[in-house]
């Protein structure tokens, strides 16, 4: 939690001031009993009405004074818990955006957003609650007993038997709640799984007729988020009650002992028995209020726990310092494994492999050998095992990982854009791109025609009603993107398997004209895709076996040969 | 999958595969009702599908809000005994305040553990409900939704919902009836103070109104900002590859920021007017328990209106009361509104048409197994705009089929269509001779099998994943159908075999071995029809090679239907029809359509224009 203290700190002249205004107003509450007391004992028991509107006059302006204290203490409170909640979140946001991918890999795109959102608010509630009610509880608690002592010392004796037990009473039911929270909110998660996989594999659901199952399986989700939801309400629906009973309990026993007294004449008198019930009230409010606040408090700690995940997730990858934008070489792996960090597995074993400058390379290999893996490892979206990996002489690892980046072209198997227009899309690849250079990209990927027949042409939303993208047009997008800035090195990892093979020949020829002296690494699926390039390099479970042109591999390595008549065998 | 130009019911983009998450709540989550009353019905409705407890709850509330309003009057009573020295009637009215108190406690106790039940059963019967209906749904309504909608309304507007009820249900009856009590408590005691305390609630209701405005304003303004930071998170999340790849991170932060600034602000704006409500209800509170204090004391002065300082003591602690309802119901009446929008949101997925089936024949029933006829098929997804059109083919039983054709061509379509997703316009497709819409659906489902293009894995083992196929499977022929599909290699590989979880409905595999295993649970289901639509697109042709292998033995005499972009995939099929903007223009044998020179073989030579480059 002292993690988290520091996002404060900007803010600690509110967050001071806040407990201050709002023990002022307390500090006026407080007061206004023991006013209306004398009020009732002398104004009104010995008919003194120039008493009734001077300490009237007295508590009309304590009650202001009040009311704006508590303002300001809001206001205080919330300037405070909104700009650590802010800063908070921006930062971890930062956090979000520079994981490296490993680490996406560890988190589900569901939970960082609830860590953003629902997390974070809970850590907000506790700044803001602590800022106010935390000080206005021990306030109203201290000062309500010692007001209520100073009435009468003999009430000691009903809060010290009354107050232990209560306390232990709210904190035995809250131990008993707080674990059924968080199972609550794992039963929660799992009715949202299953209509999330409901709803986006509706389709399999009805091929396989598997209505029935699904809602059975559903119900068995519904009832057990039915059941924790409701044992945890079992246990809520006695506290009010308990605090009420030791409320009331109070309440008879200084009406008993202060009204014996009172009319016993033994120094009590009505309305000092009155200010007692009007402190009570408060003593045991406050207490309430401090249980709210635990409750606040053991969410926000999970929170915390979920939050402080995201902070401390250090990007694995760093950048290293030397510039590398003006880098046009060779790339090089030397002795290049990996393993992924999670499974242990290795997936890429000792590969030795040089690719030249403009050159265009194709990767064939089965599912699972290891492809995506090793181009993944060029721009550093993990780091080699063992071995290295140069652009020219320079290590990645040494090079600036921006400017490594900004080297390459790169299209990913599964095709990612963002919400926005297509042009806005396609000026990712350079923010300052001309409409005639976007059509121009456009018309080299094949997606012109489509793009203008939209009815808002190159300014159709993606990702909002009314405009639809198939995979192929979605994949073409992508190319753009990755091509418009003429990249030095371009990455496509299978990037076209959803076009037919008139459109990828055009586009491919199309693209050979544009990027002249650019190097392509192409991961393949297709021989005819594969064949355009220079060399093929083959993969099998994680070796390098062979990089050959396609003539040499033809003549000499078995598994292309496989490969080549089983999608070729006619032409041979 | 079903491109049409139309505007307006163009099926929506998904971007990300299951829907936008919680996108929608940029858009939802705080609309005003359309039809309140009969939203409101409909939800009092489900509430009342419990009437006894219903009633019991209100009778409970009735019996609690009493006792809340004798408590002052006896206290009242008991310190005017105090006042008047007058010792056993102290102790009488203490003794009745201990009944009430303790009555008291049991109401409240059982009212709190009522309205818990009583919320839970009627959410879950709601949420059931829904569930019921969404798995009944024609699969255009999935196709025509975002998915992010419908399960918004699916979680935050049942949950918003819920936790209405939950608060709504107690604070407006209680509410309403301490307001009615307390004026008739008042009356009785003294007409003259309860119209200077009336005076309170006017300006107490007159606040309340006048805040809830602009805390309505901002808190549907927050609503949307979070909305933008989900949807950022999400974006900067599911992207992560492309945004590091183009070194985006700052222009996402920057965006990110001015988002999260903006929430600061609406948030601050919209907390100061909710929480001055208290500090106002305050100070209007001792305001007005002065007034009636020195009022009253005036009165007691004076010796008329029969005002005793017990009266006061009531009628203090009675104004009390009264702020107390009236702020509850303001905050709730926003948060009603909401609630009430979202039902109306929840029952519109409850109001849909399900799926009808009305075909009665059984095919499974049958002896032949798997011929296919399309006979002048005609469809459109939106009227006016053709996909397919007349459409013939005949597919004798055992045959192997590949659909082929440019993006776009109507190839998904036919699948769609001969699985009833959507229902030809013209013509028939009749299945061993039966028109397709007389059999019935399910029977009709369970002898054809679909591999689609779009894997969707459920989150949970490897076996039961295959085993969806058919859930009576035993372990054997879970791992018999992965060596049919060449899944049992990589199965074999992981730690715990075919007990591994899938994460996140499978994100934790590769495209390839999420397809394999979607094969493999095809290949259990044991259908008279198999349909693979781009099963394969994903996995290398060697592995798929293999499992065509495997395929042609499993289907020897059953119908399969493939489609496919690559053309080594298909050059083996009994028939290959080539389509074109929704007609066949060509059907015939690899061998025949080459000697055609037509599109197969235009086609075809494009295949090896990649040469020249």
């Known amino acids: 939690m002292t993690k988290f203290i520091r996002y404060l700190k900007p803010y600690w002249y509110f967050a001071l001031l806040a407990p201050i205004m709002m023990a002022l107003e307390v500090i006026s509450e407080l007061r206004l009993p023991i006013l209306m007391k004398e009020i009732v004992n002398v104004g009104i028991g010995q008919n003194q009405s120039a008493l009734i509107w001077q300490n009237g006059l007295q508590m009309i302006i304590i009650v202001l004074i009040g009311a704006f204290c508590g303002l300001l203490s809001v206001l205080f409170s919330t300037q405070a818990a909104q700009g650590f909640a802010n800063d908070l979140r921006k930062d971890a946001f930062s956090r979000v955006v520079h994981l490296s991918f490993e680490q996406t890999d560890q988190f589900t795109i569901g939970s960082l957003v609830t860590r953003l959102t629902n997390d974070i608010e809970n850590l907000r509630i506790l700044v803001s609650q602590s800022t106010r009610m935390f000080v206005r509880a021990i306030m109203l608690f201290g000062g309500g007993i010692i007001m209520m002592l100073s009435i009468d010392i003999s009430f000691a004796l009903i809060l010290f038997v009354v107050l232990p037990i209560e306390i232990t009473l709210i904190f035995v039911f809250l131990r008993k709640a707080a674990p059924l929270f968080t199972i609550v909110q794992s039963s929660m998660d799992d009715v949202n799984a299953v209509m999330q996989e409901n709803v986006s594999g509706a389709r399999v659901v009805k091929a396989y007729v598997r209505e029935d199952f699904e809602a059975k399986r559903f119900g068995v989700t519904n009832d057990a988020l039915t059941n924790n939801t409701l044992r945890v309400a079992r246990i809520m629906a006695f506290i009010g009650p308990a ?44 207490v309430m209020m401090v249980a709210m606040i635990f ?83 060029i721009p550093r979206f993990y780091d080699v095992t063992d071995g290295a990996i140069y652009i020219g002489h320079e290590d990645v690892r040494n090079l600036d990982l921006v400017s490594l980046r900004k080297l390459f072209g790169i299209v990913p198997q599964k095709t990612e854009l963002f919400s926005g227009s297509i042009i806005d899309n396609i000026r990712w690849g350079k923010p300052d791109a001309t409409l005639e250079e976007v059509i121009e990209v456009c018309k080299v990927v094949q997606a012109h025609d489509f793009v203008s027949g939209f009815k808002d042409g190159y300014d159709t939303i993606i990702g909002e009603k009314g405009s639809s993208l198939s995979g192929g047009q979605k994949q073409r997008i992508a190319i753009a993107r990755a091509i418009i800035g003429r990249p030095r090195y371009l990455i496509f990892d299978d990037s076209t398997s959803a076009l037919d093979l008139s459109t990828e020949a055009r586009l491919y020829q199309a693209m050979s004209a544009f990027l002249k002296d650019t190097m392509i690494i192409l991961i393949a699926q297709r021989v005819v895709s594969a064949k355009r390039a220079n060399r093929i390099a083959i993969l099998d479970n994680g070796n390098l076996v062979a990089c050959d042109t396609h003539a040499n591999l033809l003549k000499t390595n078995a598994i292309y040969q496989d490969i080549y008549y089983s999608q070729l065998k006619d032409e041979g | 999958m079903n491109r049409q130009s139309n505007q307006q019911s163009r099926p929506v983009v998904r971007l990300r595969p299951g829907g936008g998450g919680r996108m929608s709540s940029i858009y939802g989550n705080f609309e005003k009702p359309k039809d309140v009353k009969g939203a409101l ?198 992207g992560h590859k492309t945004v590091a790849a183009f070194g985006k991170e700052e222009d996402l932060q920057q965006q990110f920021n001015e988002t999260s600034n903006q929430l600061r602000k609406t948030y601050i704006k919209a907390q100061v007017y909710s929480f001055a409500i208290n500090p106002i209800m305050t100070f209007i509170n001792n305001f007005s328990f002065l007034v009636i204090v020195a009022v009253g004391a005036y009165f007691v002065y004076r010796g008329t209106d029969a005002m005793t300082v017990g009266t006061i003591i009531t009628f203090t602690s009675l104004s009390k009361q009264f702020s107390r309802p009236i702020n509850e119901i303001a905050t709730l009446f926003v948060q009603i509104q909401t609630a009430i929008a979202a039902s109306e949101r929840v029952f519109e997925v409850i109001d849909e048409k399900p799926e009808v089936n009305l075909g009665k024949e059984l095919l499974s029933e049958k002896a032949k197994v798997g011929t296919i006829e399309f006979k002048n098929v005609y469809f459109s997804y939106v009227e006016g705009e053709p996909v397919i059109q007349d459409f013939n083919l005949t597919v004798e039983s055992g045959e192997k089929i590949a659909l082929v054709g440019a993006t776009g061509s109507g190839k998904t379509t036919m699948v769609n269509l001969l699985m009833r997703f959507y229902d030809i316009d013209q013509g028939s497709i009749m299945i061993d001779g039966v028109d397709i819409r007389e059999i019935d659906k399910n029977s009709l489902r369970q002898s054809i099998a679909i591999v689609l293009q779009d894997t969707v894995l459920f989150t949970d083992t490897i076996e039961n994943n295959i085993r969806y196929g058919k859930l009576d499977a035993t372990l054997d022929e879970v791992i018999e159908a992965a060596k049919i599909s060449n899944a049992h290699n990589f199965i074999e590989r992981m730690q715990e075999g075919y007990q591994t979880k899938l994460i996140e409905s499978g994100s934790n595999f590769s495209e390839g071995e999420r397809q394999l295993l979607s094969i493999a649970r095809a290949v259990l289901a044991q259908p008279k029809i198999l349909i693979l639509d781009e099963a394969t697109s994903s996995v290398d042709t060697r592995t798929e090679k293999n499992i065509q292998d495997a395929m042609v033995a499993l289907m020897k005499d059953r119908t399969s239907l493939i489609i496919a972009h690559r053309l080594s995939t298909i050059r083996d099929a009994d028939k290959i029809v080539v389509m074109d903007k929704g007609h066949v223009v060509e059907i015939g044998r690899h061998d025949e359509l080459l000697a055609k020179q037509g599109i197969y073989y235009r086609l075809y030579q494009q295949q090896f224009a990649g040469n020249v480059i």
Do not use: C
Not at chain 1, 326 to 347: A, C, E, H, M, Q
Not at chain 2, 216 to 229: A, H
């Open chain 1, 243 to 286: 605090m009420t009973l030791f409320l009331n309990i109070t309440t008879i026993f200084i009406l008993y002992w202060g009204g014996s007294k009172a009319i016993e004449g033994s120094g009590l008198q009505v309305g000092d028995v009155m200010a007692a019930l009007n402190y009570v009230a408060m003593i045991l409010m406050s």
């Open chain 1, 295 to 377: 409750q606040s408090i053991t969410r926000a700690k999970a929170s915390g726990a979920r939050v402080k995940e995201v902070m401390n997730a250090y990007p694995s990858v760093q950048s290293g310092t030397v510039d590398a934008s003006n880098l046009n070489d060779d790339i090089v792996f030397t002795n290049v494994s990996f393993r992924y960090p999670s499974t242990g597995k290795p997936v890429l074993k000792n590969i030795n492999l040089e690719i030249k400058k403009g050159e265009m390379l194709a990767i064939l290999g089965a599912t699972g050998s290891g492809k995506t893996t090793l181009v993944n490892l």
């Open chain 2, 41 to 238: 019905k409909r939800l009092v409705k489900y509430l009342g599908s419990n009437v006894y407890l219903m009633l019991i709850l209100i009778l409970v509330m009735m019996i609690s809000t009493v006792i809340n309003l004798l408590g002052p009057v006896i206290q009242g009573r008991a310190i005017d005994a105090i006042d008047a020295f007058e010792k056993t009637k102290l102790f009488r009215n203490i003794l009745l305040l201990g009944i009430v108190y303790g009555i008291g406690i049991v109401v409240s106790l059982s009212s709190g553990l009522i309205s818990a039940y009583l919320t839970q059963k009627t959410v879950r019967k709601m949420r059931k409900d829904l569930f019921g209906k969404l798995v009944h749904l024609p699969i255009r309504y999935f196709d025509n939704h975002m998915h992010g909608d419908i399960m918004s309304r699916m979680t935050n507007d049942v949950d918003t919902i819920a936790q209405t009820i939950s608060q709504a249900v107690a604070s407006i009856i209680s509410g309403i009836m301490t307001i009615i009590g307390v004026l008739a408590i008042m009356l009785f005691f003294s007409a003259k103070l309860t119209l200077i305390s009336s005076v309170s609630i006017f300006l107490s209701v007159f606040v309340t109104v006048f805040l809830s405005k602009y805390i309505k304003k901002y808190f549907r303004r927050n609503q949307q900002l979070l909305g933008m930071i989900n949807a950022q998170v999400e974006e900067a999340v599911y």
